[in-house]
């Protein structure tokens, strides 16, 4: 067992420790930055537009009763969107933001399924693209470094 120790204790020394901050060349970060910054702009922009428009605009309502959704759902969507754009612009801890991240990619995978069940999948493409801006912004995300 000790040797099995041992082992390890000279593999690490062997092998010096490697993060992501030792692998992104400088001008790399910055990129990275605006990446993650533009992304969670764009993202968080149409989240908001979109709880807005369930609250405010009959067409929507129209829309969640043909996806086969009930009234009150349309609602509680929009508040969910409206805290989750919140936690992801807000000074909150990381494990908050991670929740909104997670809530946000459960929704809009839920969403490409069901526009896709309805009315077929060349429905489902905003929900792909803000899926895509999520991932996006989750990736170069400061959480993403560590």
């Known amino acids: 067992m000790n040797e099995l120790w041992l082992w390890r204790e000279s593999e690490a020394e062997r092998w010096p420790e490697v993060s992501a901050d030792t ?3 400088p ?4 990129a990275r930055r605006i990446g993650f910054y533009v992304s969670t702009g764009l993202f968080s922009a149409m989240m908001a537009l979109s709880a ?3 609250l405010t605009q009959p067409m929507m309502a129209q829309a ?9 759902f349309r609602v509680e969507l929009a508040i969910a969107k409206l805290l989750g754009v919140a936690a992801l612009l807000a000074p909150v801890p ?4 991670e929740w909104a991240y997670a809530g ?4 809009l995978i839920s969403a490409v399924i069901a526009h896709s069940t309805t009315d077929g999948p060349t429905t489902a493409v905003a929900p792909v693209v ?3 801006l999520l991932a996006t912004s989750y990736l170069t995300g400061p959480a993403a470094k560590k």
């Open 130 to 132: 803000a899926f895509v």
């Open 27 to 30: 001008e790399t970060s910055k």
């Open 52 to 54: 807005f428009a369930y």
């Open 64 to 72: 969640f009763t043909h996806l086969g959704f009930p009234p009150y």
């Open 23 to 25: 692998l992104v060349a």
């Open 104 to 107: 946000f990619g459960i929704t």
């Open 94 to 97: 990381s494990r908050v933001k």
